[in-house]
């Protein structure tokens, strides 16, 4: 296996990822001490991930599934769900009671949240991964492809990792709950404005 392309995908990944690894460090603190919490997290990284992969491969091959005019509205996912995190948030300062009820619910995000984000937020990947795999030939693109999901694993231990160190933690569990809507609405705007949707 050429060691060049395995660079090259690595690299890829990185370059077009970075921001994942926040996004997850706040979704592994929203489920921190919840059982399943962290399966569900995986599960959904690789759902997001494996989809946007998938769109790529397609329309490397020419089947292009999603039209370039709808990337932008991809930012509709992520903007959603931070402002029902925010909603959540909010209802749960109101009642004062948010330690009681947490344990009540199936803590955390659950895994398709989790792939919405995953899958809105990189759908900005797909514009720079198509002609790479398109250059890369079937060959080519199975290593990418097999790089990328080995680096998905390595993004959650990361994420994991950064929501467990102890100050990490402590700032995590003190501000995690308004952390995570802002970032998710954030990112929601910037892919809406930067792609120019709604006429932006």
């Excluded at 959603?80 to 995190?85: E, N, Q, S, V, W």
């Excluded at 994420?159 to 100050?167: D, E, H, Q």
């Amino acid at each position: 296996m050429d060691l060049g392309i395995i660079g090259q995908a690595a690299g890829l990944f990185a370059v077009t990822n970075i921001d994942d690894i926040l996004i997850l460090a706040l979704f592994f603190a929203q489920g921190a001490g919840h059982p399943g919490a962290a399966r569900r997290i995986v599960l959904g990284q690789y759902l997001g991930f494996v989809a946007i992969l998938a769109v790529a491969v397609a329309a490397a091959f020419g089947a292009t599934f999603l039209p370039e005019s709808a990337i932008p509205y991809l930012g509709l996912l992520p903007l959603a769900l931070g402002l029902k995190a925010a909603w959540q948030a909010w209802k749960d300062h109101r009642s004062g009671d948010d330690e009681e009820e947490t344990p009540a619910k199936e803590g955390g995000p659950g895994a398709l949240e989790v792939a919405a984000v995953t899958f809105a937020n990189g759908g900005d990947n797909i514009g720079v991964y198509v002609p790479v795999f398109a250059t890369a030939g079937v060959g080519g693109m199975s290593v990418y492809a097999a790089v990328f999901l080995v680096l998905v694993a390595v993004w959650c231990f990361a994420g994991r990792f950064f929501a467990t160190r102890p100050v990490i933690a402590k700032a995590l569990a003190r501000w995690g709950h308004i952390l995570l809507p802002l970032v998710l609405i954030t990112i929601g705007l910037l892919i809406l404005i930067e792609g120019g949707a709604f006429g932006l």
